[in-house]
RNA sequence: GGCCCCAUCGUCUAACGGUUUAGGACGUCGGGUUUUCAUCCCGAAAACUUCUGGGUUCGAAUCCCAGUGGGGUCACCA
């Protein structure tokens, strides 16, 4: 019996972002597919640094992307920052002119948020054998070219008379795009290039360079766009959150936010929903893309979050409340006996001071909510906690109606119709301040 | 506008030509547990039969074509 399986090289995967700001929620989402695809096969994850564009650099957003990263356990075995590498890419850019793949150009750069702008499909200084200038790749005419998406599963193409003369080095030195990520995912033996779906107008230009340059070409697949719920368009950073630090923020759980996004665009044949990252890599397929481009809907997400909170234990969730969700000066043994309360009521981190506000200051009490025998009833409660006996007998020795008491009981106490057990909020909060919160109550016509 | 991608419940999706009166999850609604809310458990509605119209086939949500609709992209930004 012969056992055919493709003796396939190394898997080797790369997550390229630029250092201009924060980590876009879809940028996560592509670490984390390419991470996957490489360690199911136990293959490697590159982080590799695109900063080309000196003018849109910002500082300290390498280091916070880092740090965001490892947040989410995605680790990398390799590090490359491109700026670094400028002489590869300028050597490579020489070899296309040689090579008549390329020519220099001296055009004052054009900016595409000029009004009347159009680009022109052929430059005027293809043909003028310049010696020195920016550099541009030569597009040969009327020519097919393709390549197999490993997201879409299917083969696309373009014909060249529908593909401009790119900019591959700019005048300053500096590489674009174009040329820096097929030069060094040529020389990183990446084995498949994972980027999302805006890149795919501009893969003919690639396909042409990796061509030009020579070398094994990777394998490539677009990730679907990820849109809003609103608009149906892309996340855009004016109306959405799209940065990862803002759902930190918002107290969202790491496990949450990855677990919600890793099935918007990927799903399990079993329709499993559940997945920490370990698991993820584990199951990971990559027959399981999506083709079509998601929603973000909030509605599981926060069932994501909820779920996770209710995993951790008491203390976990003790620490991530200390990330920015507790009152100021919190005393922390009143922390441990209001968590488990509050543990199975909230969805994100940051409802912490809607549910457990009251126990750190008083609130104030809305007449309205109130039953119309509430004085009654507080003046009961009040008697029976000063004797210390149980408010639990009280209805029926006074003949209340339990809900209705207990009821009241919890708006004077807590200044809301929704909260923890009303009894355990009560000894947390202590007898006296208790006793002082219903008789002002009481007393307050 | 040119080029490219996409199209199953409100949302994320399953179904890879026939076990489909299209399954699951979130959300919604109803019920149970509970002194409230929440958790948890049970149940229901929900895709004018899989955007529309053609074709291929004994048979199509599944393959092909067209239309329509949605998205993306057209920089010396990535």
Redesign the pocket.
């Known amino acids: 019996m012969i056992k055919s399986k493709l003796k396939m090289d190394k898997i080797r995967t790369r997550f390229?972002p630029?250092p201009t700001g924060f980590l876009h929620i879809g940028s996560l989402r592509t670490a984390l597919y390419a991470y996957a695809l490489a360690k199911h096969n136990g293959g490697d994850f590159l982080l590799r640094i695109?900063d080309?564009?000196q003018k849109?650099e910002v500082p300290g957003a390498l280091e916070a992307l880092q740090t965001t990263l490892k947040k989410f356990g995605l680790t990398w075995d390799e590090f490359y920052t491109q700026s670094e590498r400028l002489p590869l890419y300028s050597s490579a850019a020489k070899k296309l002119v040689k090579d008549g793949h390329a020519f220099y150009?001296?055009?004052?750069?054009?900016?595409?948020k000029l009004e009347g702008?159009s680009?022109e499909l052929r430059d005027p200084c293809r043909n003028k054998s310049l010696k020195s200038?920016?550099i541009k790749l030569k597009v040969p005419d009327d020519k097919v070219v393709s390549y197999c998406d490993f997201v879409?599963k299917?083969e696309?193409s373009?014909n060249t008379d529908?593909v401009?003369d790119a900019?591959l080095l700019?005048?300053?030195g500096?590489p674009?795009?174009h040329l820096a990520a097929m030069v060094d995912d040529l020389s990183m033996k990446i084995s498949h290039i994972l980027r999302g779906?805006?890149?795919?107008?501009?893969t003919p230009i690639h396909l042409l360079v990796f061509d030009y340059l020579g070398g094994k070409r990777p394998e490539i697949g677009h990730l679907t766009?990820i849109?809003s719920a609103e608009t149906?368009?892309?996340l855009s950073k004016r109306r959405d959150s799209v940065f990862v630090e803002q759902f930190l923020d918002m107290g969202y759980l790491p496990e949450a936010i990855l677990n919600f996004v890793m099935?918007?665009?990927w799903?399990p044949?079993d329709?499993r929903?559940l997945f920490s990252l370990g698991e993820f890599v584990k199951n990971f397929d990559i027959n399981?893309f999506?083709?079509?481009?998601?929603?973000f809907?909030y509605?599981?997400l926060?069932?994501f979050n909820?779920?996770y909170i209710?995993q951790k234990t008491d203390k976990e969730l003790i620490e991530l409340l200390k990330n920015g969700f507790l009152p100021e000066n919190t005393d922390m043994e009143l922390l441990s006996k209001i968590v488990p309360l509050v543990k199975?009521?909230i969805a994100k981190l940051s409802d912490f001071s809607s549910f457990a506000g009251f126990f750190f200051e008083k609130k104030e009490v809305d007449k309205t909510l109130l039953g119309k025998n509430y004085k009654e009833h507080l003046s009961k409660a009040v008697e029976a906690l000063e004797r210390g006996i149980l408010l639990d007998k009280i209805p029926e020795e006074n003949g209340f109606k339990?809900?209705d008491f207990?009821?009241d009981l919890?708006i004077a106490i807590a200044g809301s119709?929704?909260?923890?057990?009303?009894?355990e909020s009560i000894e947390i909060l202590g007898k006296e301040e208790s006793i002082e919160r219903l008789k002002k109550v009481i007393s307050n016509n």
């Open positions: 390229a630029s695109e080309t564009d849109r150009c001296d055009c004052k750069p054009k900016n595409a702008f680009q200038g920016a879409h299917k696309i373009w529908t401009y900019t700019k005048s300053d500096f674009t795009y779906h805006d890149w795919l107008p501009s766009d849109l149906g368009k892309k099935l918007l665009g799903a044949k329709n929903e399981g999506q083709d079509a481009n998601p929603r809907f509605n599981k926060n069932w909820g779920h209710r199975e009521r339990v809900g207990f009821m919890r119709k929704f909260t923890p057990p009303i009894n």
